[in-house]
């Protein structure tokens, strides 16, 4: 396999192995249905030091071939697991999951939340499970999420009574599935509209960077603020531009960054909490925590 490329990881009962490509994966995991419980998952970088360990120690159709073990735990590195529908979607041949009986394939547990392998992973994109954590079954033995993986959801929104007037910031920061982890809400005194959106939008990114997001996407209904964030608006004020250049310098923080403007009635949430920010003392923040 190439350097730096895909991979993928079966384990069928005790016997491991790493095959290139996804297709290769569909036939171990449809014949385990009345044999050894059998789990995929999708590796990332590709590496020489991999291929010569994996070599040496010796499925069908794999690229590499290993007993399990012998695996160590810091061979593979962060592993993606793999839906069912990933596995067998594209293979006209196979017979769609509810109509095999798929009855042995195991469930794994992300920390949050338990999911099916017959079943669309709702975390499959940001869920990374050690090899360490693979027990006897096939499953997945039970371990939190690592948040610098998650792609987190931040809304924010400012408001201010008078334009100038008594303002107030708002955040709320999100999974992408929805679940909310935080509500978010700061007094700013007497500012204007623009600053309390900024405003709103530092907070949130601070809380993001503060509880180890690193990949972020941001929605907002302040198109001044989205624009010049973004480079396609110029900062023309002093305040404005100090403002842009901290949200820049937040920016930094992340692995993956992205800022969109969406309309008001789908930033309502942020909204809420910015005029809740109205009603504190100026500097005061609080935070409402989510369900997750």
């Not at 669309?120 to 371990?143: K, M, T």
């Not at 789908?266 to 504190?280: K, S, V």
């Amino acid at each position: 396999m190439e350097e730096g490329s895909d991979y993928y990881v079966v384990r069928k009962g005790d016997v491991m192995a790493v095959y290139k490509y996804l297709s290769d994966c569909q036939a171990q995991i449809c014949s385990s249905v009345f044999g050894p419980a059998a789990s995929a998952y999708k590796g990332h970088s590709w590496s020489r030091e991999k291929e010569e360990y994996l070599s040496s120690q010796g499925l069908s159709n794999a690229s590499y071939v290993i007993n399990a073990t012998e695996l160590r735990e810091d061979i593979f590195g962060p592993l993606v697991p793999c839906s069912f529908q990933e596995i067998v979607g594209s293979s006209s041949n196979l017979a769609a999951p509810n109509h095999i009986g798929i009855h042995n394939v195991r469930s794994y547990h992300t920390g949050s939340e338990s999911v099916d392998l017959n079943h669309e992973a709702r975390s499959s994109s940001s869920s990374h499970i050690s090899p360490a954590n693979l027990n006897h079954s096939g499953a997945v033995e039970a371990q939190p999420v690592s948040r610098q993986y998650m792609v987190a959801i931040l809304h924010f929104d400012g408001a201010s009574k008078g334009n100038p007037g008594k303002a107030g910031a708002g955040a709320v920061l999100m999974t992408e599935d929805g679940r909310v982890i935080s509500r978010l809400r700061e007094g700013l005194g007497v500012v204007t509209n623009n600053v309390a959106e900024y405003r709103g939008l530092i907070l949130g990114l601070k809380y993001a960077i503060r509880h180890g997001f690193r990949r972020i996407k941001v929605h907002g209904d302040s198109q001044l603020v989205c624009n010049q964030v973004n480079g396609v608006w110029q900062t023309k004020h002093q305040n404005m531009m100090e403002l842009c250049n901290e949200v820049r310098r937040l920016k930094g923080n992340f692995l993956s960054f992205e800022i969109n403007h969406v309309r008001r009635e789908w930033n309502a949430e942020a909204d809420r909490q910015a005029n809740i920010g109205i009603t504190l003392a100026s500097g005061a923040v609080s935070e409402e925590r989510g369900d997750f």
